[in-house]
């Protein structure tokens, strides 16, 4: 650091510039110098302009209301801005070289200012599994807005970055949002993620403004499930069962009649409870409630499941008509699929033209005809004539069918 008194008494500090912009003119360079390419809104900035003209006229055009103190000394001249209080700070060195002919020259830059407000929206502090969600971030102020590169990271590997490509107003205050969305698993759980704040400086490097992370924490928890008989005799006892099936974590399981408990017991796995319930009638028409309770560790507030079934009670006389009811519809069931099998080798038979008359029961031993003609050399009524002409010699057979040749 070189300290420089002014003509104003003023002692002036100046810093080792690293960042410079040069521009040539008719025999002489103009160079201007920054101790940084980007300033925090509210901090401190320094930059000097400098000529290799041996007789220049310096002046640095700066945007108004900007406090600086600035010091010419012999080919240079240099400025120092305690406090950034603006967005766009465009710098412009003009250089007036008088031993060039009067030639003009002028160097422009542009200084990038940026705040470090980066927020990540509020998330779930657990996730359930196969269930998708949303991570958001949103960027810091950064004018340029095309200088901001904001990231997520999974770990150290970038998955997804958003990058401004069209250039806004300095008083535009629109932010840049970063949204990620991953479907939570078990692999998850655990995983690291990072918003990162990055500007690009120009130079084939980036700098890192700010950066937040979360922690992600995953769970399975599947619906619960209640069990009963569809249905429920009066007077007598059921079991009703409540289960889980894949949870992780400290699991509490109740079942409720409306606002009231029920006495439960557990079966051989810690997530399965059942209760014995004495229907009655009246009861019929109310519905049982099976509440899972879900307490994870870190995450103060348990994650609840519920699942209802409706009680339906029936007297026993009742009950014996369902019963009934329920046969008579299987029997019909049971007729109407032999009649449909019955047509259909029957039409199968008229299509192929072959048939084979059975006798089931036949009272002698007598081969039965095998047909294989045509219908027209040896028609279907005259078999089936012939067959009820040896029938009726021993009675009437009611069990003869007539089936396709196989």
Not at 31 to 57: M, Q, Y
Not at 79 to 100: G, N, T, Y
Not at 266 to 289: F, V
Not at 364 to 383: A, C, K, S, T, W
Request: proline share 6%; charged share 15%; aromatic share 6%.
């Amino acid at each position: 650091m070189v300290s420089t008194l002014t003509s104003s008494g003023r002692y002036l500090h100046l810093v080792l510039f690293v960042f410079t912009l040069t521009t040539k003119g008719n025999g002489f360079e103009v160079h201007i110098n920054t101790d940084t390419p980007a300033v925090e809104f509210g901090g401190s900035l320094n930059v000097n302009c400098r000529t290799t003209c041996l007789n220049p006229d310096i002046n640095m055009e700066l945007k108004p209301g900007l406090d600086k103190y600035c010091n010419k000394v012999n080919n240079s001249n240099t400025c120092q801005f305690p406090a950034v209080m603006r967005w766009d700070l465009p710098m412009v060195c003009s250089v007036l070289c008088k031993s060039e002919n009067n030639t003009t020259v002028e160097n422009k830059t542009v200084i990038i200012v940026y705040n470090r407000d980066l927020v990540i929206a509020p998330h779930p502090k657990v996730m359930e599994i196969n269930k998708t969600y949303q991570l958001q971030c949103t960027g810091p102020r950064v004018y340029p807005n095309t200088k901001l590169h904001l990231k997520w990271l999974r770990g150290s590997k970038v998955v997804k970055s958003v990058h401004p490509t069209e250039q806004k107003f300095p008083d535009d205050v629109t932010p840049v949002v970063n949204i990620l969305n991953l479907n939570a698993s078990m692999a998850e759980d655990g995983q690291v993620y990072t918003c990162l704040a990055e500007l690009d400086l120009d130079t084939n490097t980036t700098k890192e403004i700010e950066s937040s992370s979360v922690t992600l924490q995953t769970y399975f928890f599947s619906e619960p499930v209640i069990q009963a008989s569809l249905t429920i005799i009066d007077g007598k006892p059921v079991n009703i069962t409540c289960s889980v099936f894949n949870v992780s974590g400290e699991l509490q399981l109740t079942l409720k009649n409306g606002n009231m408990s029920l006495p439960s017991e557990s079966s051989s796995t810690e997530h399965t409870i059942y209760h014995t319930l004495h229907p009655k009638m009246e009861m019929n028409g109310q519905q049982l409630t099976c509440v899972a309770k879900l307490t994870l560790q870190n995450h103060s507030e348990p994650i609840v499941k519920q699942q209802n079934i409706t009680l339906n009670v029936q007297s026993e006389e009742s009950s014996w008509v369902i019963i009934i009811i329920f046969s008579i519809v299987g029997a019909i069931i049971i007729i109407i699929i032999m009649a449909i099998i019955c047509y259909c080798r029957i039409d199968r038979a008229r299509k192929t033209g072959e048939y084979n008359v059975l006798n089931p029961t036949p009272s002698r031993n007598q081969e039965i005809p095998r047909v294989n003609e045509p219908l027209d050399i040896f028609p279907l009524q005259e078999v089936i004539s012939n067959g009820n002409d040896n029938n009726s010699q021993t009675g009437p057979n009611n069990n003869s069918c007539i089936t396709p040749v196989s």
